[in-house]
């Protein structure tokens, strides 16, 4: 039975190894004792091995962290889990290969190089999907789930710098760096904010707009950073959420922020380094998860 099952994975290999070779997507297969059987030539290559050589050797001695003998052992498939080799988090599958029901071997195939690889793909066809949205229904018409409110379908142009700056802004976006976006007023800055929230992994969590220029000077920490109770005479009871903290988990995007006194600019810059925020009236910092 065994020799059976093995011809039929020497055949199946054989015949589509010039297709498995010309993918970008890496493939190993391994018999019922876990041993490779075959091993596509982009995989042998970041392995920095000769994909012949390696036929016939465990699996486990070849790639690091694999669980392809635990596929065949459970005959159950895992799809899109991490799997570190080489120090790169990729996103790999596993599959059991089965023969009038008996496990003869798997096949597993890493199809994100890095996770980076993966959020970036994921913007994209967050992108895409918004597009097609955006065409089979009225804008007007179409709720979103955050305070979010426009896409990246929602920018009207044509000319080969917003092309560029839209791809530029699809790549930006699976990433949770801070943005920085300059423009004369008027060209689309926030409605580029809204896009990038909109294709990030933050997507479902709250976007935080604040207008710099339109909050007093003297109001722009607790504004910002919230108070506590009693913090100052007229202090709400209970004291306040700043808009920082209503932004945990999403995306804060500061409007005009050069307008900004450079004593609150350092105040920022603290934040962003530190990634905590000291309310108006507290004693201790407070952790704060944002996109800025």
Known sequence: MKTSSTSKLRQAADTYRTILDALEEWVVVVDHNARIFFLNRPYARFLG???DDVKGKKVTDVIENTRMHITIEKGVAERLSIQKIRGSNMIASRFPITDQGKVIGAVGTVIFHDTYEWKRINSHIKALLA??????????????????????????????????????????????????LRGESGTGKELYAHAIHQLSE??????????????????LESELFGYEEGAFTGAKKGGKAGKFQLAHGGTLFLDEIGD??????????????????????STSPSPVNIRL
């Open 49 to 51: 091995v000769n994909a």
């Open 131 to 180: 597009e097609h949205e955006f065409r089979a229904q009225d804008k007007n018409t179409l709720e979103l789930p955050t305070s979010s409110h426009y896409r990246l379908a929602d920018i009207v142009g044509d000319s080969k710098a917003i092309k560029e700056l839209n791809q530029t802004i699809t790549q930006v976006a699976s990433g949770d760096v801070t943005v920085l």
């Open 260 to 281: 900004l006194p450079l004593s609150m600019q350092a105040k920022l810059l603290r934040v962003l380094q530190e990634r905590e925020v000291e309310a108006v009236g």
């Open 202 to 219: 933050r997507a479902d969590a709250p976007f935080i707009k604040v207008n710099c220029a339109a909050i007093p000077e003297n109001l």
